[in-house]
């Protein structure tokens, strides 16, 4: 049981572009509890952890945020490489929207609060920087905690001439071990909030203090972490967030008495993300018009995040022409993900006819990785593929060495 006559902290785990799983999370806090974040001793963060963090404790509307987050997808997706292409800089893109988006006297509202983990180069150690003599420190100080080396670039930023690095590298989940710490991550795990595994699990990961276990759906999900999926898929990991925290709220008996207790929007409020649903309602022909959005997937959020998703999808919709016309008939679901057997059909089917195959025995070890990833960045390969066939590879060649 929670003991609201006690302080208490919040502390949100690193997760890349898992981060719209905060989204979710947030708004379903602020819609019924809003006292859990407001009243929050400290609210703790590391890379993407930190700007929610950051977010939370100024107050910024979480609509703009989603759309900024929506953008930096959309960006990435645009690259066969998605955010490891040399054309895509997801810090400038970060460092935009953080100074379109904080205000002027951000340093002071958030000093004392606001908890970001970073970590030195020089020893690799781990800060918590908690005050800030100004805007633009605040802003150095979350760039630094959102750093990923090498997947941001090559030279770390500088937090009051320092060189620091994302904070996920030596503490995933700031101050976690205290008793009175809310623990949040998007990986199925021993979080405090957190979703729960469909399948038994017996085997758990703890990266930097982030519990969390071995499953099918983790496995695509921390994939997204660093490649995101489509708009659609991101709805849904959203509304999940937003039921997960409904959830905790409720084991807790922190349901505010201010807000509705009913755990599901009323018929009035669903499908308001756009003028067709609007219009159409909920008639089987307004569903199958709003083919780039499936409106369940975002029934239970707000009607402004609604939108904004609405939008995100509809664009590259758009975008993908007939083909993605086709697709949106076809079933989808966010946990999917790439199984062994599927990456060696997919690798011989991509591979020049001059390559190593698996078809003769010899294991992935023997392939010449440099060759045949420059193979496969000239091809229309998915994302997900290439990272799922770099750690099979690189781990395999790992184990022989």
Not at 87 to 116: F, M, W
Not at 148 to 169: E, I, K, Q, S, W
Not at 280 to 288: D, H
Request: aromatic letters at 8%.
């Amino acid at each position: 049981m929670f003991d609201l006559n006690t302080e208490w902290s919040i502390s949100f785990a690193g997760c890349g572009f898992m981060g719209i799983y905060y989204v979710g999370v947030i708004s379903c806090i602020l819609e019924r509890f809003p006292r859990f974040v407001q009243d929050a001793s400290k609210i703790y963060g590391a890379s993407a952890g930190a700007l929610m963090a950051a977010v939370v404790t100024l107050g910024i509307p979480l609509d703009k945020c989603c759309t900024d987050l929506m953008h930096m997808a959309k960006e990435a997706r645009k690259h066969k490489l998605g955010p490891l292409h040399p054309a895509y800089n997801l810090l400038q893109l970060v460092q935009e929207s953080l100074l379109e988006k904080l205000p002027e006297d951000a340093h002071v509202r958030v000093s004392g609060k606001l908890c970001l983990s970073l970590t030195r180069v020089s020893d690799g150690k781990n800060l918590l920087v908690s005050q800030f003599d100004s805007r633009d420190e605040l802003i150095q100080a979350l760039i630094c905690s959102c750093f990923v080396p090498l997947y941001c670039g090559v030279v770390p930023p500088t937090y009051r001439g320092v060189y620091y690095v994302d904070g996920a590298v030596s503490d995933n989940l700031p101050r976690c071990q205290l008793g009175r710490t809310i623990t949040v991550s998007p990986y199925a795990g021993e979080s405090d909030l957190c979703p729960r595994a469909s399948t038994l699990t017996f085997h758990e990961v703890r990266f930097n203090n982030v519990s969390i276990h071995v499953n099918p759906e983790n496995l695509y999900r921390v994939t997204s972490t660093f490649f995101p999926p489509e708009p659609e898929a991101m709805a849904e990991i959203c509304q999940n967030g937003f039921l997960d925290a409904l959830r905790f709220l409720q084991e807790n008996d922190l349901i505010s008495s201010e807000a509705p207790q009913t755990g599901l929007r009323s018929d009035a409020a669903k499908h308001a993300c756009c003028e067709l649903m609007q219009d159409s309602g909920q008639s089987k022909a307004g569903r199958r018009d709003h083919l780039w959005l499936d409106p369940k997937l975002t029934e239970n959020l707000p009607a402004d995040l609604q939108r904004v998703l609405c939008k995100a999808c509809r664009e590259t919709h758009t975008a993908g022409g007939l083909l993605t016309h086709i697709t949106d008939y076809l079933p989808k679901k966010v946990t999917s993900y790439l199984a062994f057997d599927s990456t060696r059909s997919v690798a011989q089917r991509f591979l020049p006819e001059s390559s190593p195959s698996l078809k003769h025995g010899k294991g992935p070890h023997h392939f010449d990785i440099p060759r045949l990833f420059l193979s496969l960045c000239n091809k229309d390969v998915p994302h997900a593929f290439l990272i799922t066939l770099r750690s099979i590879f690189i781990g395999t060649s790992g184990k022989e060495n």
